[in-house]
Nanobody, 122 residues
Framework: QIQLVESGGGLVQPGGSLKLSCRASGFTFHTYTMKWYRQATDKEREWVATIDETGSETNYRDSVKGRFTISRDNAKNTMYLQMNSLKPEDTAVYYC???????????????WGRGTRVTVSS
């Protein structure tokens, strides 16, 4: 059973910090690139950050550069998103994404977690 479970969301004031976690199971986590996405109410889901299988290469959308840090601990099958200097516009449900998991010798699928809600408000 392939599963991604996010945690760590909550309510935080502007300028505050949160650290999100994504725990993966059911596949060889350490061999796959992983991503974070987010979706605000009534908006399209948007990409936030990407990390390669070892954590040596990362990419971020412009609006979070310098504030967010994506990381992973392959020994724990877990990916993280450290979010600092949070702004109201960061309010969204944040989703963990595994885009290209080989689930059988001839099948590749993408997987999503159920999301964790982040609300930035005073």
């Amino acid at each position: 059973q392939i599963q991604l479970v996010e945690s760590g969301g909550g309510l935080v004031q502007p300028g505050g910090s949160l650290k999100l976690s994504c725990r993966a199971s059911g596949f060889t986590f350490h061999t796959y690139t992983m991503k974070w996405y987010r979706q605000a109410t009534d908006k399209e889901r948007e990409w936030v950050a990407t990390i390669d299988e070892t954590g040596s290469e990362t990419n971020y959308r412009d609006s979070v550069k310098g504030r967010f840090t994506i990381s992973r601990d392959n020994a724990k099958n877990t990916m993280y998103l450290q979010m600092n200097s949070l702004k109201p516009e960061d309010t969204a449900v944040y989703y963990c994404h595994a885009p290209t998991v080989i689930v059988t010798p001839r099948k590749i699928s993408d997987y999503w977690g159920r999301g964790t809600r982040v609300t930035v408000s005073s």
